[in-house]
């Protein structure tokens, strides 16, 4: 499992230019900010709900506010950020669209990753069983999960498109936190991406 | 016996405010105040306290603003209370705020009543107690004696400026007017301006202490007399704003003071009256009266955003400041709404903020308070800002 997240915040590490200004929505404990202030010196700052995350991330010297993504956004000025991440915390948002907007407002650029629902192990459990997943990533029970908007990665490109947001590039891990084959389809990856990560941009 | 004990403590206060057990930096006439209200105030002085030792790069040193009734006395005995000092649960060996590591320094504000110059000071032009001819003074004049005192000691970037409540509204008018002077800024439980209802229990108190007869329109020092019920009376309406419901429910409830039953008289029947009649009657044997009036009027006038335009952002533009910011869930006094307006304006003017809420039902004194994520929290936010202040690390 934390191979796995290092695998993702790997990925989103390379997706940012160094010495860049970033927002990270739902920092939790800090850990992707503190690899990019590290790896590529960016000017960082944080957003987290949870009391135990701000207080880790704020004892590491990182600069992270109490919030929550769905009401605080729209504190945040125009064009503030070079990068918007949201890291596996678009599911657990009340209004995804509506974040979503956010980012690409605050920020030139969104950095985005979700689990996808669509992967086979998922599909499996709803087939075979027919019973809501709980999996290695997605370890909660239906009642008690914070995670209340699930999409799959097609559903996420969809959405992208109804906004009109640009796809600069996309990767999706699988199990393994290996990176699913880059030139396959959309629905191989849909079937074998455990996680993807998008970089959008605005529209033209 | 008790009333002759009480009034040989308010003697030992009234000495405080001429004479304090305190460091005192005298500024003459050729270094005057100047003061918002147009008044050059001079000469005057400051009391302060210094826990610590100032490095040879005087780079460590950290500036406690305090609250409204608090003093310079942090971590020493109170010389008229003989308590501790106001804030042992944030500074000390091994605290957030560590003397081992820091030059702490704490001021008494200017019109206080503990040895900076006041209106219980002696008015050189009459050889009598200022009284209310001292001049008003604003958050940003305390701010200025501050700075005032701080180069006195040869200092000219501060580590850090502290302070909650009050104290906090010192700490933030510290970056709007010096940002190139405080490295990392600490405001709990404060607010960017005083909200109308701050203003109004204020005004309660004011006009508590004002409608005592001993207060003498604020020459009761000349006639030997305080305005003993009048500044109770306002100390116990500021007092219950300090709390909330669910701790005066934890502590008291409704229960009864050494008796079973009502008495069906306006005695203290029940501990909450007891406890707040005790809050009354001690404060009055510490602190002046026209302090009081004096000290609550500059937390009035304070509007940090109003200052630069009704924009906030604009107070702390291009501010290279560390900021953490910090409220309390149960804090009706100074609401996070308050600390989330000042956070709202660094994140818009791209200041480097963090802020945590603390859940406690403890209320605005929290900040005074054993609260351990307020510990934890300020404890991590300061030792990365040494670190990235290039202080060393401490020697464990």
């Known amino acids: ?31 992707l900010l503190h690899l990019l202030t590290a790896t ?28 929550d993504a769905d009401a605080d956004l729209i504190d945040y000025p125009d064009d503030a950020f070079d990068y918007v991440i949201l890291s596996q915390t678009l599911q657990a948002t009340r209004r995804p669209r509506e974040v979503m907007e956010h980012l690409l407002r605050i920020g030139r650029r969104a950095i985005v990753s979700f689990p996808n629902f669509g992967h086979w192990s998922v599909r499996r459990q709803l087939f075979f069983k027919g019973r809501m997943p709980v999996t290695e990533t997605l370890p909660v029970s ?9 999409c799959t990665i097609r559903d996420f490109v969809d959405l992208c498109h109804d906004m009109g947001t640009r796809i600069e590039r996309a990767v999706a891990l699988d199990a393994a936190g290996e990176p699913v084959r880059v030139n396959a389809p959309w629905w191989f990856w849909n079937l074998f991406g455990q996680q993807a990560v998008f970089l959008l941009s605005r529209p033209d | 016996m008790a009333a002759e004990v009480a009034g040989t403590i308010s003697r030992a206060a009234r000495r405080e405010a001429e004479e304090p057990h305190s460091l005192v930096a005298r500024f003459d006439a050729d270094r ?38 608090g003093d310079q006395h942090v971590f ?3 010389p008229v209370t003989g308590k501790p000092g106001w804030w042992t649960t944030m500074v000390g060996p091994g605290k957030p705020i560590d003397t081992d590591r820091f030059f702490v320094i704490c001021s008494n504000v200017i019109g206080g009543c503990m040895g900076s110059t006041g209106p ?101 020092l000349d006639q030997d007399t305080i305005p003993r019920k009048g500044l109770a009376v306002a100390r116990m309406a500021a007092h219950i704003t300090y709390l909330s419901e669910p701790a005066l429910q934890r502590k ?26 005790h809050q009354g009657s001690s404060f009055v044997e510490r602190f002046d009266a026209n302090s009081y009036l004096y000290v609550t009027r500059a937390m009035d006038y304070f509007d940090l955003g109003d200052d630069f335009g009704g924009v906030l952002g604009e107070a702390f533009r291009d501010a290279k400041t560390h900021f953490c910011v910090v409220s309390f869930t149960s804090d009706w006094l100074f609401p996070t709404a308050d600390s989330r307006a000042i956070v709202h304006a660094l994140n818009a003017s791209g200041a480097r903020v963090s802020f945590v809420e603390i859940a406690t039902d403890k209320g605005h004194d929290a900040f005074l308070l054993n609260e351990p994520e307020l510990i934890a929290t300020t404890g991590g936010f300061l030792s990365a800002a040494a670190r990235a202040h290039g202080l060393p690390e401490k020697d464990t």
């Open chain 1, 1 to 31: 499992m934390t191979d796995l997240i290092r695998a993702d915040h790997k990925l989103v590490a390379d997706m940012v230019e160094p010495g860049s200004r970033v927002l990270d929505v739902g920092c939790g404990d800090g850990s």
């Open chain 1, 40 to 67: 590529r010196q960016v000017d960082g700052r944080g957003i987290e709900i949870s009391q135990s995350g701000v207080n880790a991330s704020v004892a590491q010297g990182l600069a992270v506010v109490q919030g």
């Open chain 1, 142 to 150: 239906w009642y008690d999960t914070p995670n209340i908007h699930f």
């Open chain 2, 32 to 69: 005057p105040l100047s003061l918002d209200c147009g008044v050059d105030l001079s000469p005057f002085q400051i009391a302060y306290q210094t826990y610590g030792t100032l490095n040879e790069e005087r780079s460590n040193a950290i500036l406690l603003c305090h609250a409204l009734t």
């Open chain 2, 76 to 78: 020493n005995t109170h």
């Open chain 2, 120 to 220: 219980a000071s002696t008015n050189p032009a009459t050889g009598r107690p200022y009284g209310l001819d001292f001049p008003v003074v604003t958050i940003r004049d305390m701010v200025r004696a501050q700075a005032m005192l701080v180069d006195h000691l040869g200092i000219e970037k501060l580590f850090c400026v502290a302070g909650g409540s009050m104290g906090g509204m010192q700490v933030l008018q510290w970056v709007a007017s010096y940002p190139e002077r405080v490295f990392s800024a600490l405001p709990i439980a404060t607010g960017a301006k005083h909200s109308a209802q701050n203003i109004a229990f204020h005004e309660v108190g004011r006009q508590a202490i004002m409608a005592d007869p001993d207060w003498h329109h604020g020459r009761y």
């Open chain 2, 252 to 277: 008291f409830g409704r229960n009864y003071q050494d008796r079973d039953r009502p008495t069906f008289t306006f005695d203290a029947d029940f501990q909450v009256e007891s406890y707040l009649r």
